[in-house]
């Protein structure tokens, strides 16, 4: 099992940056490919940046490719997403994600994922 708590969220003006952390605990976390969703207000939760058990490879939502980088130090067990050139559209909240340990990538759909977070609130003003 593995619980996970999202950090670093705030408000900021369009072009602004801010990094996520998503803290995990739990002695297999190495073995879970993580992701992280964002949801607007009125909107579906989307997928945004997803990372390989390993931490080699990577895949971003097209609106954010580019800008936005996910990252992990299995050693601090915390999962990052740095947020760069951040526009008025990136306003939701930000979920952190893990999935099964049979799952060595990320997948694009929330249901793929067993384990969630509180969520972190990110907020770009134009």
């Known amino acids: 099992q593995v619980q996970l708590v999202e950090s670093g969220g705030g408000s900021v003006q369009a072009g602004g940056s801010l990094r996520l952390s998503c803290a995990a605990s739990g002695r297999t976390f190495n073995s879970y490919a993580m992701g992280w969703f964002r949801q607007g207000p009125g909107k579906e939760r989307e997928f945004v940046a997803g990372?390989?058990?390993?931490?080699?490879?990577?895949l971003y939502a097209d609106s954010v490719k580019g800008r936005f980088t996910i990252s992990r130090d299995n050693a601090k067990n915390t999962v990052y997403l740095q947020m760069n050139s951040l526009k008025p559209e990136d306003t939701a909240v930000y979920y952190c994600?893990?999935?099964?340990?049979?799952?060595?990538?990320?997948?694009?759909?929330?249901?793929?994922?067993?384990?969630w977070g509180q969520g972190t609130q990110v907020t770009v003003s134009s």
């Open positions: 990372l390989s058990r390993s931490g080699g490879n990577t």
């Open positions: 994600a893990a999935t099964s340990p049979y799952s060595a990538y990320p997948g694009v759909r929330p249901y793929q994922y067993d384990y």
